[in-house]
């Protein structure tokens, strides 16, 4: 049975940094494409940016593009999020997924079945 847990999450200032760690287990993370998604309360849980299972490709929402990485480690089990320069409308619950397909670097909710249970993240202004 596939489990995904994210940590890092937590209280950041804005300007700053902050990574969130997803680790995977139940299978083999190899096997998968990931991807991270966050909501707020209210709100629709919206894309931030997914990997392909290798790591050589990558997919960013605009809202975040040039300012968060998405990367992996295959023999770690552990996808990650760097995210810089933070904004206050960062703040969110952050939650890793599986994508069905390896090779499915794509923003639908509906393409990703595993859902880990998500961390918050606040960023004061």
């Known amino acids: 049975q596939v489990q995904l847990v994210e940590s890092g999450g937590g209280l950041a200032q804005a300007g700053g940094s902050t990574r969130l760690s997803c680790a995977f287990s139940?299978?083999?993370?190899?096997?998968?494409?990931m991807g991270w998604f966050r909501q707020v309360p209210g709100k629709e849980r919206e894309f931030v940016a997914a990997?392909?299972?290798?790591?050589?490709?990558?997919y960013y929402a605009d809202s975040v593009k040039g300012r968060f990485t998405i990367s992996r480690d295959n023999a770690k089990n552990t996808v990650y999020l760097l995210m810089n320069s933070l904004k206050p409308e960062d703040t969110a619950v952050y939650y890793c997924?599986?994508?069905?397909?390896?090779?499915?670097?794509?923003?639908?909710?509906?393409?990703?079945?595993?859902w880990g249970q998500g961390t918050q993240v606040t960023v004061s202004s």
């Open positions: 990997i392909s299972w290798s790591g050589g490709a990558t």
């Open positions: 139940g299978r083999t993370l190899s096997r998968y494409a």
């Open positions: 997924a599986t994508a069905r397909y390896r090779d499915y670097v794509g923003n639908r909710n509906d393409e990703y079945d595993y």
